[in-house]
């Protein structure tokens, strides 16, 4: 008898148990479930105020989608910029402070009729480690630590150019491409100049100022103006020299701060005054009427106008060349279409990006426990004419791809890009054309290094204060 009461006890115990694990597994899986709730109403909440197609978002989505897929649900077919992510505070940490890199940029190409790769460096940063050692724009870097990098492992290996790191490369000597003795590079917290590269050519009667600039930025932290001022002295002294052509290199330039990017256009543009619109910006009409109402950004904050500066080299020139690639976006493609209406814009190289919107940084500031953050579309801007018919990309009038396997040195006449352009100005040969030579050209990067700082300058310049302010306003 006391067995079988025994045997009971243990029985109940046993149902009582599992009774409570299941009980806490539907807490848990409520819990979860509370958090996708709450997790795609302040998305809804915030598409819904913000985003550009708000009219267009569907009045009832199905909520039980995962946040991405949810988010994905509300964007319009045209939308090609909306994002969002799960580990955002991570992200936001990324930005604080300066990159810790050894100083180089590169693509990422597959090596044909096979499975690995290689990273062509694109330019070497002045003052960076990398610049100190002996590695050059248009190393090929095969081995990174003694990995070989393949379709399989790049990404993983490529993470590790972020310590210090050991690179096993080729240099092209004339003929092949040799070994060049192992290198290794030490990775520090560098802040990059966006004013790479200027110089003067005198051809044919020509002066032509060449600038090659990589970023919009005012300066290395958030009020410093510090490359701002650097630009106009490098345009002052192009104005002292007489300029008469002017070749802007923004083939690198996947955009940055609008500010800096007035500040390069009041430096170029003909026949401007304060009066002058460079560029116009169309929010949805509920955020457009909040925009009009809030006396601390008021009509105004619509438009930006060019500045006047001593240092401008427009009245000089009858047009300005752009050189492009393939990153080449968002305050690049801006500045090219608000010089437009004021002076003929010739480009060469590839086809832009097509990035004629802009984005808001958006995160759960009230709720630490939403770890989310989303980057939607809110704005499209138009230039004084109300042009903004670059979606597509901006097409070059003169067209190359810039993917030759051999690169020549970053202001080098005979450096492809750049001879194209020379070559138009003056009308006639320039150099020994030994950048046209050299038949091998490369396919399709798989990988560019400056799109991940162009997704963390995106973030960076995103973070309006004064915009998030109109929503919280509303909430309150």
Known sequence: MKNLMRACNYFFSALILVSLIALQACKDKDSVEADKSYVNRWIYDNMEFWYYWNTQIPSNPNRKLEPPDFFASLLVAEDKFSWIQDDY???????????????????????????????????????????????????????VNGIQMTLDNYRSVIELISENHTISYKRYNGSSFQDKPNLTLTTVEFSENPNFYHTIYNIEGRKIGYFIYNFFANGPSGTSQIYNTEMDQIFTGFQTAGITDLIIDLRFNSGGTESATVNLASLVAKGIDNNSIFTKREYNDQVEDAIVKEPTLGPGFLVSKFVIKTQNVGASLSKVYILTGSRTASASELLINGLKPFMEVKIVGDTTVGKNMGSITITDDDNKKNKWGMQPIIVKSYNSLDQSDYSNGFKPDIADKDNDLVLLPLGNVEERLLNLALEDIVGAPVGGRISRSFGEKLSRPILHSTDIKAKQREVREGKDERLLRLFKSLQE
Request: avoid cysteine; proline fraction near 4%; charged fraction near 30%.
């Open 89 to 143: 505070e991570d992200l936001i940490k990324s930005l604080q402070g300066i990159t810790k890199e050894a100083g180089y940029e590169y693509k990422l190409y597959r090596k044909q009729g096979t499975n690995d790769v290689f990273m062509q460096v694109m330019y070497v940063k002045p003052g960076s480690p990398a610049s100190s050692v002996d590695l050059l724009r248009g190393d090929i870097i095969e081995k």
